[in-house]
């Protein structure tokens, strides 16, 4: 049997996990950075910053997470999560909210998801796994 090859039907969904991890991370980080905006303990000038700073954590995480936990070619996994995560977010967006589509929101929010889960997917393929003891 390869390495990259599955031997159970629970490693075939190993993405599942970083990504709902990722979605929390966003939502919950978005609402999070509403209730300070609120609440005015952030100012308006940090509107545009509370609202993408959880996005590249959610994405970040996410690819960092999925990368560690791929059986095998860790750096395209991690970012085919982060692709998967963008593609959720627009879809919520747009069927959700029923928002119309905005090209310069979109290539921004798309740049900054891709950054992030670049840099998590990288970083989270280089790390190395600590050994277990038998």
């Keep these: ?6 031997t159970d039907g629970r490693a075939a969904v190993y993405w599942a996990a ?3 991890l990722g979605l929390l991370l966003m939502f919950g980080g978005t609402l999070g950075g509403a209730a300070l905006l609120s609440s005015s303990v ?7 910053l509370a609202a993408y700073v959880p996005l ?4 970040f995480a ?3 997470w999925g990368a560690r936990r791929a059986p095998a070619h860790k750096l395209p ?3 085919l999560i982060g692709i998967l995560l963008l593609g959720c977010l627009f879809l919520l967006g747009l069927t959700l909210r029923d928002a ?3 090209a310069p ?3 921004l929010t798309s740049g900054i998801t891709l950054t992030a889960s670049l840099l998590g997917a990288c970083s989270g393929a280089a790390a190395k796994k600590k050994k277990r003891r038998k």
Excluded: V
């Design 56 to 59: 590249a954590i959610g994405s």
């Design 42 to 48: 952030l100012g308006q000038r940090f509107a545009a």
């Design 100 to 102: 119309p589509f905005i």
């Design 62 to 64: 996410a690819s960092f």
């Design 105 to 107: 929101a979109a290539g």
């Design 1 to 6: 049997m390869n390495r990259g090859e599955f």
């Design 77 to 79: 996994m991690g970012l």
């Design 18 to 20: 970083p990504m709902l």
